[in-house]
């Protein structure tokens, strides 16, 4: 097996999140928090999204800056069934 299928999922969250952003780093900054924005809002699920915002109360999440910012532009969702 390799290395990507011993990572939780809050790790690979945070590996997508920051592929995202490093994608959008090179166009204007508020561009770039918009467009990872917008990506996260169009493509991840909302059990996604709700642990992405979990993810983004820890201290050293290692979240890119970009994602950070981004993410006051990030629908939270509303309760995830279980």
């Known amino acids: 097996m390799d290395s990507e299928s011993h990572k939780s999922t809050a790790d690979k969250l945070v590996y997508m999140a920051n592929q995202i952003a490093t994608f959008f ?3 204007p900054k508020d ?3 918009a467009g990872v924005a917008d990506h996260i ?3 991840w699920e909302p059990r996604m999204r709700a642990q992405f915002f979990t993810i983004l109360e820890q201290p050293d999440n290692g979240l890119d800056p ?3 910012e981004a993410a006051k532009h990030i ?3 509303g309760p995830v069934p279980v």
């Open 75 to 77: 629908r939270k969702p």
């Open 66 to 68: 970009l994602v950070v």
């Open 25 to 27: 780093h090179t166009q």
């Open 31 to 33: 561009e770039a928090v």
């Open 41 to 43: 809002n169009h493509f």
